[in-house]
């Protein structure tokens, strides 16, 4: 059984119908751990399609260089149409191990969350 990258349990009952399209992101957090471990997973198509029209860059390459190794949700919110995640994410690449923190910002859009942006640091 496959692990999901998101550590919520088996990827076929986690993130795995999310990016099937299956299943919508219930929560902002939902979403978030489906969007790290598309990261992990190397599907940008998914990234696309779950970040809000305004903010995403025409190409939403992927580092191939990036390893995901783990995530982290500090803290949440979740209003009905807004919400936030704090997240710590770790990676490896050639330079070693690193982690990038970010408290990003959803919002509810045609009743699906999308990712709008976030703050790094």
Known sequence: METCPCGGGAYRDCCGPLHEGKRSAQTPENLMRSRY???A????FYLARTWHPRTRPDDVGLDADIR???LTIS???DDGDTG???FIAAYE???G???LREHSRFVRRAGRWVYVDGDQG
């Open 41 to 44: 997973k190397g599907d940008p």
């Open 75 to 77: 803290g949440s919110s």
């Open 37 to 39: 471990s598309a990261f």
């Open 97 to 99: 191990a690193g982690e």
């Open 93 to 95: 690449n050639q330079d």
């Open 68 to 70: 995901w190794t783990g």
């Open 84 to 86: 936030t995640v704090d």
